[in-house]
């Protein structure tokens, strides 16, 4: 059974930082692309960054210099860095494994608030 667990979503003030974790278990984690996803309210998800099995990251413009996107093949875990969080950041986090056949996994989804 394929699980990809998100955690470290929570509440922080403009200007904080937050470490989002993504474990996965089920599948050749090396195989897969990864990446992290967001949802607003009323908006449709987003692609926040991706880590490819070659280890090419891509980032959204509104995070590029903020966010960093890191995997850890041995604990089959990806990583998301963010600092100087914005309110415009407040959404929630999906964790996202995309197999070369094209097949997805999606995690649950971790809130994130940011807000004075």
């Known amino acids: 059974q394929v699980q990809l667990e998100e955690s470290g979503g929570g509440l922080v003030q403009p200007g904080g930082s937050l470490r989002l974790s993504c474990a996965a278990s089920g599948i050749i984690f090396s195989y897969y692309d990864v990446g992290w996803y967001r949802q607003a309210p009323g908006k449709q998800r987003e692609s926040v960054a991706t880590v490819t099995s070659g280890w090419i990251t891509n980032y959204a413009d509104s995070v590029k210099g903020r966010f960093t996107i890191s995997r850890d093949n041995v604990k089959k875990t990806v990583y998301l860095q963010m600092i100087s969080l914005k309110p415009e950041d407040t959404a929630v986090y999906y964790c996202?494994?995309?197999?070369?056949?094209?097949?997805?996994?999606w995690g649950q989804g971790t809130q994130v608030t940011v807000s004075s």
């Open positions: 996202n494994a995309h197999h070369p056949t094209g097949y997805d996994h």
